[in-house]
């Protein structure tokens, strides 16, 4: 068992901090947290794969990219580089897993339903996503703690 401690706390403000200041959209917010935290020795470009996701995929209001960037991070962590590599179902298994935990909380993945009642960049969009980026951070930072056993 490692004894590292992972500030879940910490993790959700850093990510809710990177997309309140405008440094970076949900997705890549969620990413670069979460990157620094679990994995800093991997390249910045991981950050860069985030940059398609925000505002549902593009800003088509697809799913949520703070799902998104959750989710790729779980592949980061999890996922498989070789060809049919079994790692694959424990990737997918925690990507159904943040999916279920949000989906619960908020009925929906769908930025568009997600963000109907709030304007695009006004200042509630803005403390709702921020939320969300926050959530999804910390979520996922405890499903990879779990499975990492920190």
């Given at each position: 068992m490692k004894t590292r401690i992972i500030d879940l706390a910490t993790i959700r403000q850093t990510a809710e901090h990177y997309y309140s200041s405008g440094d970076?959209?949900?997705?890549?917010?969620?990413?670069?947290?979460?990157?620094?935290?679990?994995?800093?020795?991997l390249p910045d470009e991981v950050i860069a794969m985030a940059s398609g996701f925000p505002i549902?995929?593009?800003?088509?209001?697809?799913?949520c990219g703070a799902i998104s960037g959750g989710i790729m991070v779980i592949g980061m962590l999890?996922?498989?580089?070789?060809?049919?590599d079994e790692r694959v179902n424990k990737a997918m298994e925690l990507s159904r897993e943040l999916h279920d935990f949000f989906q619960r909380k908020h009925k929906t993945l769908c930025c568009r339903v997600l963000t109907q009642d709030v304007a695009l960049g006004s200042p509630e969009q803005m403390r709702q996503c921020v939320t969300f980026t926050g959530e999804v951070?910390?979520?996922?930072?405890?499903?990879?703690?779990?499975?990492l056993e920190f």
């Amino acid at each position: 068992m490692k004894t590292r401690i992972i500030d879940l706390a910490t993790i959700r403000q850093t990510a809710e901090h990177y997309y309140s200041s405008g440094d970076f959209y949900c997705s890549e917010a969620i990413v670069k947290t979460i990157r620094d935290v679990f994995c800093p020795g991997l390249p910045d470009e991981v950050i860069a794969m985030a940059s398609g996701f925000p505002i549902g995929m593009g800003g088509a209001g697809c799913t949520c990219g703070a799902i998104s960037g959750g989710i790729m991070v779980i592949g980061m962590l999890f996922g498989r580089t070789e060809k049919k590599d079994e790692r694959v179902n424990k990737a997918m298994e925690l990507s159904r897993e943040l999916h279920d935990f949000f989906q619960r909380k908020h009925k929906t993945l769908c930025c568009r339903v997600l963000t109907q009642d709030v304007a695009l960049g006004s200042p509630e969009q803005m403390r709702q996503c921020v939320t969300f980026t926050g959530e999804v951070a910390e979520e996922v930072a405890r499903i990879i703690a779990r499975e990492l056993e920190f």
